[in-house]
Antibody, heavy 118, light 111 residues
Framework: EVRLVESGGGLVQPGGSLRLSCAASGFTFSTYDMHWVRQAPGKGLEWVSY????????YYADPVKGRFSISRDNAKNSLYLQMNSLTDEDTAVYYC???????????WGQGTTVTVSS | QSVLTQPPSASGTPGQRVTISCSGSSSNIGSNTVNWYQQLPGTAPKLLIY???QRPSGVPDRFSGSKSGTSASLAISGLQSEDEADYYC????????????FGTGTKVTVL
C-alpha cells in the first residue's frame, strides 16, 4: 500500500522551531518529487514547499522563505520540513504529498498539526 | 492570498450537474495544466483531476475538468450526497516561480 505518514507536529511557542517528518512506504520514494502543503484552521489549502527527487531543486512559498527548510533522505524514505522562527500564522495542519507528472499531488498523508501559541 | 479565484460555494440537488470555476492568469492556468482536489470534512485532500482533464484511477467519470484561456472548470454530473466537500483547483505559476498555487476553494452542498 502506498502511504505517507507525517509526524513531529505539536505545540510550540512563537519564535520556536519544529521539525516535521514524513515517512513514505509502498513506492520507490527516491524517484518522486515531494511537496509540503498546509491548512490553517477553517482555511483553504496553502502550498508550502517542494523538493525534487534528488534534492537538486527546492521551492518555497513567500510566507515561509528564509524560515523553513525542506530536505529528504532517500535512504530512509523520509521527507522533512525544518521550521524556524514560527509565528501564530504558521498554525496549521501540515500535509506531505507525492508529486505526479506533469504536476499534481496524488498521494497525501493524514497530516500533522502544528500549533504556535504562548 | 491565493492567485486562483473560485466561488466560495455551490450547491445542487441529487442528480443535478454542478460546475465550479477557477479563474487565474496567463502565468498559471493560461500556460500550465490544472489539477483539482476534493477534501471531505476532516480528511486529507484527494486528487480528483490532473493534467486539466484526466481522472486518476478510481475517480468516477461523473467528475470532469476543462480549461479555456485563463480559466478552468470542474463539473460534477449526477450529483450525489457523498460529493459534499470542499474543492480546490491548483496550477504551477510561472511568474511566482512556484510549482503550485491553490484556488480559494469551493464548498459544494448537496441540498
Amino acid at each position: 500500500e502506498v502511504r505517507l505518514v507525517e509526524s513531529g507536529g505539536g505545540l510550540v511557542q512563537p519564535g520556536g522551531s519544529l521539525r516535521l517528518s514524513c515517512a513514505a512506504s509502498g513506492f520507490t520514494f527516491s524517484t518522486y518529487d515531494m511537496h509540503w502543503v498546509r491548512q490553517a484552521p477553517g482555511k483553504g489549502l496553502e502550498w508550502v514547499s517542494y523538493i525534487s527527487s534528488g534534492s537538486s531543486t527546492m521551492y518555497y512559498a513567500d510566507p515561509v522563505k528564509g524560515r523553513f527548510s525542506i530536505s529528504r533522505d532517500n535512504a530512509k524514505n523520509s521527507l522533512y520540513l525544518q521550521m524556524n522562527s514560527l509565528t501564530d500564522e504558521d498554525t496549521a495542519v501540515y500535509y506531505c504529498a507525492r508529486r505526479i507528472q506533469p504536476n499534481g499531488m496524488d498521494v497525501w498523508g493524514q497530516g500533522t498539526t502544528v500549533t504556535v501559541s504562548s | 492570498q491565493s492567485v486562483l479565484t473560485q466561488p466560495p460555494s455551490a450547491s445542487g440537488t441529487p442528480g443535478q450537474r454542478v460546475t465550479i470555476s477557477c479563474s487565474g492568469s496567463s502565468s498559471n492556468i493560461g500556460s500550465n495544466t490544472v489539477n483539482w482536489y476534493q477534501q471531505l470534512p476532516g480528511t486529507a485532500p484527494k486528487l480528483l483531476i490532473y493534467s486539466t482533464n484526466q481522472r486518476p484511477s478510481g475517480v468516477p467519470d461523473r467528475f470532469s475538468g476543462s480549461k479555456s484561456g485563463t480559466s478552468a472548470s470542474l463539473a460534477i454530473s449526477g450529483l450525489q450526497s457523498e460529493d459534499e466537500a470542499d474543492y480546490y483547483c491548483a496550477a504551477w505559476d510561472d511568474s511566482l516561480n512556484v510549482p503550485c498555487v491553490f484556488g480559494t476553494g469551493t464548498k459544494v452542498t448537496v441540498l
